[in-house]
């Protein structure tokens, strides 16, 4: 009896003290939480200039979801405005609820005006910061806003309790309609005009006229631990960020933590988050710093080459009125746009955290082994017209294994699972190039692409591993490459040609990074494994919209699985109809 007792009391010493991480974990069964996203127009001024954006709810950047890992989200989305609206939760894994996962033509048809659906889907085995955004054309460049995932309740997390958590979104600024833009592009077969601003959490910064009234400010306390929520929802541009004067400490990359490494500035693409940490020094009250992100630059194409500042403020109590005019603003040291080398010492850096409470589950063994080359090309001009591609008489394109995806105009997860694929897509995507070439050597002359929409399809828990070569086609250039559905391991990277010889005997199969986006680098090529555990169809592509928009996506079908938790539950009902 007595050692009852002190089991007993042993016990609940540890369930409150949550020493015992097991047991208050077994005890979170998640909440429901509630978010309603309404798409209407907003008129919203930046450097002067006003114009009427999609937004949810009104707000630009749209609002941010705070949930749990473990928690179940109702999202209903309804649209007020013209355009037709899909949203995508960008790296959440979507467990046997893919009707959920957005991509538009992919897993639903768009909510069409007037109409409305409720994505229904829960957070499993993810924690840190991912985020949302439309999946329809390039309404993404005004609808987007973080997904903030907090652990567990009780469970820490692995690296110092931060005092203050504050998400940092990137986006891009267009004085233009952004649907104009690409639409134009797409029928003259030219590259699109470019972002007039980048932003901070909507905000361009002091470095472009008219818009000094719209910068970022980060106040801060000295001496204190601030957990950055770094989000890169640009359109078509990777980023480098730094703060002047401060050392930042990446704890987390695509909402998997990674081992810990102190750094001045990150490189971050389209697609990418991160967490970081931010130590604030013991400044006077006062002291600011410039907060800086500009474009890391490969390929051919005109960018937007300007740079967006925020502020990071010490806090103070007075009004600093003149004090503040005298302080010097320090500018941090951003690497030269097309520094290469930077970005590769900084990927070679990110590894799996990879202990006991989070291991990292590389697939040890490959059952099936895929190589796609990724890239532009072009298409003829339609009727003998001129076009504005890279010659007069061809358009702009892009590709996997020389395949430029065509968009279906049903949705290929319901044709899919009613069986009425057919003459909706093809299941021949080739799983290596059908021409063999001196991939990042001199470009071939023949530089057109096939159209289709083919797909590659692959039984429940398939171990993948999967090859993505850059090419020099229209020379060569960095693509991050999203996945839909899973996380992936980089297991390895490197410039030229893969060797599949020499290569994989480099793999690490012991810590590699796990994420949902991964960079090609630019005239090399990177390796990823993946387990595909989770049935429907999951979109891949560059996450620079541009190349999506030019074809360089494919989707994956994965089988449902032989017991009834290995298969994809049939479609809710309100899923919206083409
Ligand atoms: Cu963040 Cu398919 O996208």
Not at 16 to 23: C, E, L, V
Not at 161 to 181: I, L, Q, R, S
Not at 184 to 213: E, F, H, R
């Amino acid at each position: 009896m007595a050692t009852l007792r002190l089991f007993v009391a042993i016990f609940s010493i540890a369930a409150f003290s949550g020493f015992s991480n097991n047991i208050v974990e077994a005890a979170y069964n998640g909440i429901t939480r509630h978010y309603k996203f309404d798409i209407k127009m907003q008129n919203v001024t930046r450097l002067c200039h006003t114009k009427s954006i999609v937004t949810v709810n009104g707000e630009f950047p749209g609002p941010r979801i705070v949930a749990r890992e473990g928690d179940r989200l109702l999202i209903k989305v309804v649209n007020h405005v013209q355009n037709n609206i899909s949203i995508h939760w960008h790296g959440i894994r979507q467990l046997r609820s893919g009707w959920a996962d957005g991509p538009a033509y992919i897993t639903q048809c768009p909510i069409q005006t007037g109409q409305s659906y409720v994505y229904n889907f829960t957070i499993v085995g993810q924690r840190g910061t991912l985020w949302w955004h439309a999946h329809i054309s390039w309404l993404r460049s005004t609808l987007y806003g973080p997904i903030i995932i907090l652990p567990k309740p009780e469970i820490p997390y692995p690296f110092p309790h931060p005092y203050k958590e504050v998400p940092m979104v990137f986006g891009e600024w267009w004085n233009a309609d952004t649907e104009a833009v690409i639409n134009q592009a797409l029928q003259t077969g030219g590259g699109p005009n470019v972002s007039d601003a980048y932003t901070i959490n909507g905000l361009p910064g002091p470095l472009y006229n008219c818009s000094a009234k719209d910068t970022f400010k980060l106040k801060v306390k000295p001496g204190k631990t601030y957990l950055l929520r770094i989000v890169n929802a640009a359109l078509n541009d990777e980023l480098f960020f730094s703060i002047a004067n401060h050392t930042l400490t990446v704890v987390d990359v695509d909402a998997v933590y990674v081992k810990p490494f102190e750094t001045d500035i990150i490189i971050i693409t389209p697609g990418q988050t991160s967490n970081v940490l931010l130590k604030t020094k013991p400044y006077y009250p006062g002291a600011r710093f410039l907060m800086m992100a500009r474009p890391y630059v490969t390929g051919n194409g005109t960018f937007d080459n300007s740079t967006v500042a925020g502020i990071l403020e010490y806090h103070h109590h007075t009004t600093p009125s003149t004090s503040t005019k005298k302080l010097p603003l320090l500018k941090p040291n951003l690497p030269a746009l097309r520094d290469t080398s930077f970005v590769t010492n900084y990927t070679n850096k990110l590894r799996s955290l990879n202990n006991a409470k989070f291991p990292a589950n590389v697939p040890k063994n490959v059952d099936r082994h895929f190589f796609f080359t990724v890239g532009l090309g072009t298409n003829p001009c339609p009727r003998n017209q001129t076009c504005q591609g890279p010659t007069n008489k061809t358009m702009f394109s892009a590709a996997i294994n020389n395949v430029s995806f065509v968009m279906p105009t049903k949705a290929l997860l319901q044709t899919h699972f009613l069986h009425q694929s057919n003459g909706v897509y093809t299941t021949n995507f080739p799983t290596s190039p059908q021409n063999q070439f001196n991939y990042t050597g001199t470009p071939p002359n023949n530089t057109n692409v096939m159209n289709g929409t083919k797909v590659v399809v692959i039984p429940y828990n398939t171990s993948v591993e999967l090859v993505m070569q850059d090419t020099s086609i229209l020379g060569t250039e960095s693509h991050p490459l999203h996945l839909h559905g899973f996380n992936f391991f980089v297991v390895g990277q490197g410039f030229g040609n893969f060797n599949p010889i020499n290569d994989p005997a480099k793999f690490n199969l012991v810590d590699p990074v796990e994420r949902n986006t991964v960079g090609v680098p630019d005239g090399g090529w990177v390796a990823i494994r993946f387990l595909a555990d989770n049935p429907g169809v999951w979109f891949m592509h560059c996450h620079l919209e541009v190349h999506t928009s030019w074809g360089l996506k494919m989707a994956w079908v994965v089988l449902d699985g032989q017991l009834p938790n290995q298969k994809l539950p049939p479609a809710p009902t309100d899923l919206p109809k083409c």
